[in-house]
């Protein structure tokens, strides 16, 4: 590689970057246009300060080369233009060297996606703008007005949107079937989760019948609302009209409810919903359902929310002679506590329970067997009353209706693990490319 900057080696600054500034817009959650416009006042009397003074030779110069990745010309106004949307963003450390490192990094994720013939459609632009805008809680509308508040033009947050998303193809491509996420390894991430807060939902709703004949009638009509809805109260008045929920008369509006607490299916749709949106179709077997976020949040976890909770099973053996090997061939049989169920088939709801409960709940007399085990692990050694206590620790960790379900954790870790390819991938072309600036 033919450098002239000193740009060599394993950095991948850049892309650090580019996730450093994403996770700073998920930061700013409950910012509003009004919000943004303040915090964006300096930048924006500097932005209009520097045009008005501006003479035909500077704005020239705007589009002077300031560097080139394999012959392609990266200006100085892309340059500008990319330091004002990091500092819009917030994004610490050395600007002008992040938003160089990015610019050519794009420069060559862009390279890539069209030698192997990679390309996303408007929509898909559009749809990731959204996702991104949702992370500071406002529509692409919102963060655009806000940014250009700044002096960043609506091209410049589409670009950066764009590489982004072609990149995600490209390793995609390059990647597709080679990572595995083991169960183990998703067990060991759940076990490991803690968080502070967890994210909360003001939602609107239209639940359409979903049986019989009447559920192509209902996919035809909530393609048609996704359309002709453009306003919350666009969406009030189509919920009072069609919908076959409980909120219909209050124009499908729900109370404020934690992602977590709603079902896989609708949690995947809704997390990336940005607010004032209508959410893509939600199909379950008996409904069809479309959303509107009206308002998100980071809702505070308490402290004894987030105590480490024990979940465990109390299978009852009657302490007779038998006792210890009837619990022998209960140990042999099951691997979880699922499977204990099948052992007390057919028997005394009494005799299994399966209970959740923190440190300082847990009985006395159960409390030192179960420190000693880990999940999946059993102890007979508890008797009371006439019954021998089959103990098995189901699981430790924070209350599940805070955690991501395990189809989540699982595609967390196939983002971190593919993530990590990536910055191998994007090194790999860097090594190869010729970047010279001035």
């Keep these: 590689m033919k450098r002239s900057d000193g740009h060599r ?30 915090g964006l006042c300096v930048a924006a009397l500097l932005a209009a300060g520097g045009i008005a003074a501006s003479s035909p030779a500077a704005m020239a110069n705007q589009f002077t080369p300031v560097a080139t990745v394999n012959g392609r010309a990266i200006t100085q106004y892309e340059l500008d233009q990319r330091i004002k949307f990091m500092e819009i963003l917030r994004q610490p450390g050395d600007l002008e060297k992040m938003a160089m490192d990015t610019l050519i990094e794009d420069r060559l994720r862009l390279s890539e996606a069209k030698r192997l013939g990679i390309k996303i459609t408007p929509e898909q632009i559009k749809s990731g703008m959204e996702e991104f805008a949702s992370r500071a809680n406002l529509s692409v509308d919102e963060f655009v007005k806000a940014i250009g508040q700044g002096g960043v033009e609506p091209e410049t947050f589409r670009d950066f949107v764009s590489a982004g998303m072609l990149w995600r193809e490209v390793v995609r491509a390059r990647y597709a079937g080679t990572v595995t996420i083991t169960d183990a390894e998703v067990d060991r991430a759940l076990a490991a989760y ?7 939902l003001r939602l609107a709703e239209i639940i359409l019948p979903g049986t019989g004949k009447e559920r192509s009638g209902s996919l035809a009509l909530a393609r048609k609302l996704r359309v002709t809805i453009k306003s919350e109260s666009d969406f009030a008045a189509a919920a009072r009209k069609y ?3 409980k909120t219909a008369g209050h124009g499908g509006s729900r109370d404020w409810q934690r992602l977590t ?3 896989e299916t609708t949690r995947a749709v809704l997390q990336n ?32 929310e987030k105590q480490i909770k024990t979940e465990y099973a109390e299978y009852l053996i009657p302490n007779d002679s038998a006792a210890l090997a009837t619990a022998a061939a209960v ?32 009985p006395k007399d159960v409390a030192g067997p179960l420190s000693l085990l880990d999940p999946g692990e059993s102890s007979a050694s508890v ?11 189901c699981r430790r960790g924070m209350d599940t209706s805070l955690m991501p379900s395990r189809d ?18 994007l090194q790999e072309l860097k090594a190869e490319a010729e970047i010279r600036t001035p």
Excluded at 333 to 347: E, F, I, N, P, R
Excluded at 414 to 422: K, P
């Design 383 to 393: 008797v009371r009353g006439g019954w021998r206590v089959f103990l098995m620790v």
């Design 243 to 245: 919908s076959q929920g």
């Design 408 to 425: 989540d954790a699982r595609r967390q870790l196939q983002n971190q693990r593919m993530g990590s390819l990536a910055d191998l991938y």
């Design 261 to 263: 607490a709603l079902d």
């Design 273 to 304: 919903t940005a607010p004032g949106t209508v959410s893509r179709i939600v199909e379950t077997d008996d409904s069809v359902a479309i959303y509107m976020v009206l308002d998100r949040a980071d809702e505070p976890i308490s402290a004894a």
């Design 331 to 362: 140990r042999k049989a099951v691997d979880t506590c699922d499977d204990l169920y099948d052992v007390a088939k057919g028997q005394s709801p009494d005799r299994l329970k399966r209970i959740t409960q923190s440190a300082s709940q847990i």
């Design 194 to 200: 803690s968080t502070d807060t967890v994210p909360t």
């Design 9 to 38: 080696g394993k950095t991948s600054g850049g892309d650090n970057g580019r996730r450093q500034a994403m996770r700073q817009a998920q930061k700013t959650t409950r910012m509003t246009v009004a919000a943004a416009a303040r």
